[in-house]
């Protein structure tokens, strides 16, 4: 039987990973799940129940409740304070149990799937096909983040924008539970000095080695 093409994109806020897995999803016709997305509705959903990021069992109830087909990647879940929340309420291993199932039935439909994060080469898709851990410096993701939130309107310096994402790498990385860290199988593709074409190209071409390696 033929293994379907599991595409996992990991890596850190702003490197790139969003952009390069909905492109790859275009262009292998493959659906695609963004699943910082799935840990920013529970951040949110947790605060805009009047509850603190503090309480597990809070955001496991809200995890557990989460509606995947009503998520949207809109400003609500895209702002900077709504990635805080997600990558706080992360680290709760209750909470990435209530969406690990949801995740793995995504990865398993039988054409195939892209799906980025922070653990879907280690834990959701350990099997994938095809594994990709993007990078880049903090200070050019720094940049490219505050370009996106500054251009719409929201008011954040520099600065600030480059300790959060220091924090937030910190934080993703230092958990207990399913840590951001790069599958021993997967290939490291650093986006610092590459445009959005470029980027996308290396990753197609690291794709097309995989399903060569693979027969798909
Ligand atoms: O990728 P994005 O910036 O939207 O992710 C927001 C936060 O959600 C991350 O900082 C991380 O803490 C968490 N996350 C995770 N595992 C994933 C995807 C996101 O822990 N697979």
Do not use: C
């Amino acid at each position: 039987m033929t293994r379907a093409l599991i595409i996992a994109v990991d890596g850190p806020a702003a490197s790139g990973k969003g952009t390069i897995a909905a492109r790859l999803a275009n262009h292998y016709g493959l659906p695609h799940l963004d699943t910082g997305l799935l840990y920013r509705a529970v951040g949110v959903g947790v605060l805009e129940q009047g509850g603190s990021l503090d309480d597990q069992q809070a955001a496991e109830a809200v995890a557990r409740a989460l509606d995947a087909a009503s998520i949207t990647a809109d400003e609500r879940l895209t702002n900077g304070e709504a990635g805080e929340a997600a990558s706080r309420v992360a680290g709760y291993p209750g909470v990435r149990a209530a969406l690990l199932e949801l995740q793995q039935a995504f990865a398993s439909q039988p054409g195939g799937a892209v799906l980025d994060g922070r653990d879907i080469g280690t834990i959701i898709a350990p099997d994938a096909a095809a594994k990709l851990f993007i990078t880049a410096t903090p200070e050019v993701r720094a940049t490219r983040r505050w370009k996106q939130l500054t251009g719409r309107g929201e008011t954040i310096a520099y600065e600030d924008m480059l300790a959060d994402i220091i924090r937030r790498d910190e934080r993703d990385a230092g958990r207990g539970a399913a840590p951001m860290v790069q599958a021993d199988d997967a290939v490291l593709l650093d986006t610092t000095d590459l445009s959005i074409d470029a980027a996308f190209d290396a990753a197609r071409r690291i794709v097309e080695a995989a399903r060569a390696k693979n027969g798909l």
